[in-house]
Structures are given as C-alpha cells and as structure tokens.
C-alpha cells in the first residue's frame, strides 16, 4: 500500500465506480480501490491499487485508512430498485449498515472529505418538472430509502451527487463494461439485441407525449467528471442530470439507429413505482462546481455503451 495521498474509491470495480477510477487516474490521482467484487470486474481497473474486501471489514480499513488517505468515493451499494422492494433488509445491511462502518473508520481517521453516490430516488414521485436540490425526498422504494438515510448522516464536508440515469461507457473504448445482468433499460435492450431475445416496454398508457416513461439520461463521463470536481468543492447536494428527458421509445429508436439492429419490442404492462416523468435541473452542479457535461446526446450515450457489448 502506498504511503502517498490516495483516493479510496469503494465500488471501484463497478459501472461508475471504475470509469470515476479510470479518470482520476488520469488526471493524476493515486487510487485504492476496494471491492468485494460481487457486482464489478477486476477486468474493469486500468491502473491504480486494488483491495478485494467488504466494508463491513473493519480490520481491513483500519489497514486502508493507514495510507494516506485524502478523499472517500463511495459507490458500492446495491443499486436494484425492483429487489430493493423484494428483500428490504438486504439493502437497509449493504447500503446503509457498511456504509455507517465506512463512515465510522473514515471519521476516526480524521477523513471528511466524503463524496457520496446518492439518486434521483430519493424525490420519489416528482411534483414538479425539473427537480431541483430542494425538492422535498418522499423515496417510493427502500432503495432510495437507503441513499437518504445515508446523505442525513454525512458530515459538512460530504457531497452527495444525486445521479438521474446513469449510461454509457468509454467513450475511447478502452474500459469495455458489459452489466453481467443488467437491470437498467440501456444495457438491457443492448444485452436482448446480442441474445436475441425480445425486449418488453413497460407500460404505454402514462401522460406523456408517447406514453412512455420519459427520464433523465446521464452520461458516465460526465457523472465522473462531477466527482473530480466534488473533490475540490465545498460540501453539498447536487443533482447530475441533462436537464432533458429521453422517452423510453426515444431510447429503442436511438438503440436501433446505433446498433443497426430492429428491437423485437413487446408490449408489457406498467412496472410498479415508474413515475411517468424524472428530469433533472443540474442548475446548481453547474454554478457551485463549475460543471460542463459534454456528452448529453442520447445517441453518443447508446454508441458508448454498445462499444462495450460488442467488443467484450
Ligand atoms: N423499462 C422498460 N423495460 C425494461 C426496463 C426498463 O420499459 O426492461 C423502462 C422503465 O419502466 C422506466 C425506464 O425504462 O420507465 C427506465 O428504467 P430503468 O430501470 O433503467 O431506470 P429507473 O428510472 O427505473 O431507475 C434508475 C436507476 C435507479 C435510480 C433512478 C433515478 O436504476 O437506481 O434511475 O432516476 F434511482
């Protein structure tokens, strides 16, 4: 382990923990990452340290938190609304529980700098267009429930990014992700197109201009060069979105027109707790940490992400 100052990224290995990796290291940064891999790939780490381990492994930080450690990123957490709702106890353990231990070690560290990977889901049904920071949280789900229980517990120095709908990949192509089983409607239709199996729209009958689900579609790029910023930032609560909202018949058209390939699309009924309309107002990310995303097209997002599908 390294005795110069190092970010410690948790959920290093995984979507966005491993690209925010792959960014920090190029701007410089040393990094440790630690992950238990459930979820993520060593395959995923371009460069810096990495420490398989859990977070409820409080030997283990202790060991970390030895290094010297200058900011915590932390991105592992279950991220599965649908099983959230299916095994709450399970999520209130990994998301909230270890991460009160990851709190606990950082603090007694003397670690405040903590960015934390929080989510749209913490508004639950949305009561106005574009959601600003101080919309009140009402989360529908225990998953949201868990990202709020967290962001109350943070210290002054913390920054909880409320990230809408992470997608994408590199858009270089050398960090190639493949979700293992994805549970997010990018990576879902793309990993249908390589099976070759159908991919079921949830519900058309919602009040929107198609009647589909529209949402806020965020690129991994510019999620992580949020993060960057955040390391530099005062503490706070920012949203990361595009301020544009991407039905989910937008999102099959742009699939088809990137990958050249027809969605054998199916008919579903609606998916319980979809509210119709999440769209983000990133006024604030902008203004306080100076943040430009670059990559807000649909298409580009798509094109990124299938690089990963094809090559991997
Ligand atoms: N959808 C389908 N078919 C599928 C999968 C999804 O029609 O097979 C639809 C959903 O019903 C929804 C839209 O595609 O209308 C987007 O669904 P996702 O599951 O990709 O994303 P969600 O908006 O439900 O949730 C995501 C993250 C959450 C996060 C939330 C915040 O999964 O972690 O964004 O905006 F909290």
Redesign the pocket.
């Given at each position: 382990m390294s005795k110069i100052s190092s970010i410690l990224v948790t959920g290093g290995a995984g979507f966005i923990g491993s690209y925010v990796t792959k960014l920090l290291l190029e701007k410089g940064y040393h990094t440790i990452v630690l992950d238990n891999l459930s979820k993520g790939k060593k395959e995923h780490l371009l460069g810096g340290e990495f420490i398989e381990g859990d977070l409820a492994d409080r030997s283990l930080l202790n060991k970390i938190f030895k290094n010297k450690i200058e900011a915590v990123l932390h991105f592992a957490a279950f991220?599965?609304?649908g099983q959230s709702v299916s095994e709450p106890e399970l999520y209130h353990e990994n998301n909230v529980e270890k991460t009160r231990i990851l709190l606990e070690e950082a603090k007694k560290q003397g670690v405040s700098r903590f960015i934390f990977s929080s989510?749209?889901?913490v508004y639950g049904n949305p009561l106005q267009d574009l959601i600003t920071e101080d919309h009140p949280t009402s989360p529908i789900n225990p998953?949201?429930a868990t990202k709020l229980t967290i962001e109350k517990e943070l210290g002054p120095d913390a920054v909880s990014l409320r990230?809408?709908?992470a997608a994408g990949g590199d858009p270089e192509g050398k960090l190639l992700y493949r979700h293992q089983r994805p549970?997010?409607?990018?990576p879902?239709i793309l990993q249908g197109l390589m099976e070759n199996r159908p991919?079921?729209?949830?519900?058309k009958d919602y009040p929107t201009p198609d009647g589909?689900?529209v949402?806020?579609y965020i690129h991994i790029h510019d999620l992580a060069s949020a993060h960057v910023l955040a390391l530099i930032s005062k503490g706070g609560v920012y949203n990361l979105g595009n301020g544009r909202g991407y039905s989910?018949l937008e999102v099959v058209s742009a699939v088809e027109k990137i990958t050249g390939i027809k969605v054998n699309l199916q008919q579903g009924p609606r998916?319980a707790g979809?509210p119709p309309y999440?769209v983000a107002s990133s006024a604030k990310a902008k203004k306080e940490l100076g943040w430009k995303p670059i990559y807000s097209s649909l298409e580009e997002m798509v094109e990124h992400a299938w690089k990963g599908y094809q090559q991997n």
């Open positions: 991220t599965d609304v989510s749209a889901a998953y949201g990230y809408f709908n549970t997010n409607l990018i879902i991919f079921t729209l949830f519900g589909t689900c949402r806020d989910v998916r979809d999440l």
